[in-house]
């Protein structure tokens, strides 16, 4: 998709690269990737509400100057629901090793089940 990050891109340094856009929905974009460091595959989940933004090369930004503080507060609201669940330990939750932002969003990455 046009939205997407395109396959090889890096993302936290050269920690994590894009190898595969798996289903996006109305909050965000979910990839597989290579955790480089640890030789593992992970997804990672991309806070991108596509009501609020757009891509513009590789960084998200707001639609619009109106959107602007929706988007920020999504993005903070992203960030809080990622520690949330890391706190979280139950075979049926997938467990979240890292959020991070960057791109002017933010990321999860997650067990790859």
């Known amino acids: 998709m046009e939205e997407d990050l395109p396959v090889g891109t890096n993302l936290l340094g050269d920690q994590f690269t894009i190898t595969e856009h798996l289903s996006a929905g109305g909050f965000g974009i979910t990839y597989r990737a290579l955790d480089n460091q640890l030789g593992r595959t992970v997804v990672i989940k991309e ?22 503080k929706q988007y920020r ?41």
């Open 73 to 113: 507060s999504i993005v903070e609201m992203f960030m809080r629901e990622a520690r949330s669940l890391a706190q979280l330990r139950h075979p049926n939750i997938v467990s979240v090793h890292s959020v991070f932002e960057e791109n002017k969003t933010a990321y999860m990455v997650l067990d790859m089940i």
């Open 47 to 68: 806070c991108f509400p596509s009501d609020f933004c757009i891509r513009h090369g590789t960084n998200v930004i707001a639609r619009t100057e109106t959107y602007a």
